[in-house]
């Protein structure tokens, strides 16, 4: 199985770094508040991993096709085949579509806390990301979580990964690989113009956001390009742009294969 590490990771975060003007010191400052803030409440990742390794996974980004993705999942009976990670936002749908809990939600706190903390009370396990831009979240939110593992774009601290990734969706792709998922399922990431309506409370800049999921669409394809020899990969989300390395398919061929 290909793991990648920091080596892998350090050229794509500083091209992130000079793209959105992002502060390292201020991201590696969040990394430790984090870790602190997990002190007595952590979630150790070989929990995390008794969940995914060798399992079939689907990952639900908050894209457009997100509400659609999760009612054909349910409508053929693959929803409860597969492992579910979550991006932030997406765990609202989960909630309010499927009237069920994802397996693991991968959040930034972006999202609605209470539905978070709603997900965590009925199973979720969260895994919450620190960056420089929301550490008033970190201080916020983390203390309400009964549990949580926490995870970093900079260098790991106690409690806190860097599993890779940029965004909630990828970054729960990058989760799903580096905890030896099998099969790895995209869903709810169309990678278009539209965003969609769980992305996130508010988006200050459609320009930036766009760019954020540009930087995602190609983080995505370069995985594909290190493990597809060993995970399969998959993309039902059916509208958006092509992720080159993840082969389109259907709700209904996805349960026939598993």
């Not at 895994?127 to 549990?147: E, M, R, S, W």
């Not at 860097?162 to 990058?174: M, S």
């Not at 905890?179 to 200050?204: E, H």
Request: glycine share 10%; hydrophobic share 40%.
């Amino acid at each position: 199985m290909t793991e990648l590490g920091l080596d892998d990771w350090w050229p794509w975060y500083r091209r992130i770094l000079e793209t959105f003007g992002y502060d390292q010191t201020r991201d590696q400052y969040a990394a430790d508040l984090l870790s602190k803030l997990l002190e007595g409440k952590a979630t150790d990742p070989a929990e995390l991993r008794k969940r995914i390794t060798k399992r079939n996974v689907i990952v639900f980004g908050a894209g457009p096709s997100l509400e659609h993705n999760l009612k054909e999942c349910m409508e053929v009976g693959v929803l409860d085949k597969f492992v579910t990670i979550v991006a932030d936002g997406a765990t609202t749908a989960f909630l309010s579509v499927a009237n069920t809990p994802p397996t693991v939600i991968v959040t930034d706190l972006d999202g609605i806390i209470s539905d978070i903390k709603a997900a965590e009370t009925r199973g979720s396990s969260l895994v919450v990301h620190a960056h420089g831009d929301n550490i008033g979240q970190l201080q916020n939110y983390v203390p309400t979580f009964k549990c949580a593992t926490g995870s970093t774009q900079v260098e790991p601290r106690p409690h806190v990964y860097n599993f890779l990734g940029f965004t909630d969706g990828d970054r729960g792709v990058f989760l799903a690989s580096a905890l030896g998922a099998q099969t790895i399922v995209l869903a709810g990431m169309d990678f278009g113009l539209t965003i969609g309506k769980y992305s996130k409370l508010s988006v200050k800049s459609p320009a930036i956001k766009r760019k954020k999921l540009e930087i995602s669409h190609e983080l995505l394809e370069w995985l594909a390009q290190k493990i597809g020899g060993d995970t399969a990969l998959f993309n039902m989300t059916g509208s958006g742009e092509e992720v080159k390395g993840f082969r389109p398919i259907q709700p209904q061929e996805l349960k026939e294969l598993f």
